[in-house]
T-cell receptor, first 116, second 115 residues
Framework: AQSVSQHNHHVILSEAASLELGCNYS??????LFWYVQYPGQHLQLLLK??????LVKGIKGFEAEFIKSKFSFNLRKPSVQWSDTAEYFC??????????????FGKGTHLIIQP | EAGVTQFPSHSVIEKGQTVTLRCDPISGHDNLYWYRRVMGKEIKFLLH????????ESGMPNNRFLAERTGGTYSTLKVQPAELEDSGVYFC?????????????FGSGTRLTVV
C-alpha cells in the first residue's frame, strides 16, 4: 500500500521567509503527485500537480515543487511567503493499477502560520 | 463552472441516529470520490464511483456506511446508525478523467459531529 509522509506538522515563519515543506511517498510504480491547500474556512484547492515531464512544477501563488524520483520526494517551496499563505497544506499521491487511477492517498497535512 | 457542492456543511446528530450527506459533482464528471478526515488524522479515501458504479469501495469503514449514486449524477453517503467515531469532515471530489490529466476538484466538506 502506498503512504505519504509530511515531515512537519506545524511550521511558523515570518513574512518574506523562504518555505520548504517536505513530502515523501512510498510506492514503486507510476504515481501522480499533488499539493493541495486549505485556507481557513475554505475547501481544498489544488496548488500544483506532477504527472510527467519536467520534475520542477510551478503552481499557483508562486509555489513550486520538485519531484525527485530517486528520493521518492515532492517537496513544496516558495521563495518568499506572505501572511495570506497561512493555511494547511497537504501532499497527496495517486497510483495507477490496471486501467484506472486509485483514489488519492494524503499526508497528515502541515499547518503553516505566517507571522506579519 | 460550478464547483463540487456538498451539503449540509455541518451536521450534529446523536449516536444511533442516521445522517445522509450529499455531493453534487461538477457536471459531466463521471468520477466521484468520498474522503473522510477524522480529527488529528490524515484525509482517507472511502470510495470511488464511475458514473453510477462503485469502482473501488475499499476505504469504507464498515457496513454502517452506504454510498449511492443513482443515475450517475449526485451521490449520497448514509451513516446508519452513527457512532461517536464517525465524527469528522467528509469530503467529496470529482474528476473528469479519474485524475489522469486534470486532477480532482474538492467540495467544501461536511463536518459531522456525533454526540
Amino acid at each position: 500500500a502506498q503512504s505519504v509522509s509530511q515531515h512537519n506538522h506545524h511550521v511558523i515563519l515570518s513574512e518574506a521567509a523562504s518555505l520548504e515543506l517536505g513530502c515523501n511517498y512510498s510506492y514503486g510504480g507510476t504515481v501522480n503527485l499533488f499539493w493541495y491547500v486549505q485556507y481557513p474556512g475554505q475547501h481544498l484547492q489544488l496548488l500544483l500537480k506532477y504527472f510527467s515531464g519536467d520534475p520542477l512544477v510551478k503552481g499557483i501563488k508562486g509555489f513550486e515543487a520538485e519531484f525527485i524520483k530517486s528520493k521518492f520526494s515532492f517537496n513544496l517551496r516558495k521563495p518568499s511567503v506572505q501572511w495570506s499563505d497561512t493555511a494547511e497544506y497537504f501532499c497527496a499521491v495517486n497510483s495507477y493499477s490496471g486501467g484506472g487511477a486509485d483514489g488519492l492517498t494524503f499526508g497528515k497535512g502541515t499547518h503553516l502560520i505566517i507571522q506579519p | 463552472e460550478a464547483g463540487v457542492t456538498q451539503f449540509p456543511s455541518h451536521s450534529v446528530i446523536e449516536k444511533g441516529q442516521t445522517v445522509t450527506l450529499r455531493c453534487d459533482p461538477i457536471s459531466g464528471h463521471d468520477n466521484l470520490y468520498w474522503y473522510r478526515r477524522v480529527m488529528g488524522k490524515e484525509i482517507k479515501f472511502l470510495l470511488h464511483f464511475v458514473k453510477e458504479s462503485k469502482q473501488d469501495e475499499s476505504g469504507m469503514p464498515n457496513n454502517r456506511f452506504l454510498a449511492e449514486r443513482t443515475g450517475g449524477t449526485y451521490s449520497t453517503l448514509k451513516v446508519q446508525p452513527a457512532e461517536l467515531e464517525d465524527s469528522g469532515v467528509y469530503f467529496c471530489a470529482s474528476s473528469q478523467d479519474a485524475g489522469r490529466n486534470y486532477g480532482y476538484t474538492f467540495g467544501s466538506g461536511t463536518r459531522l459531529t456525533v454526540v
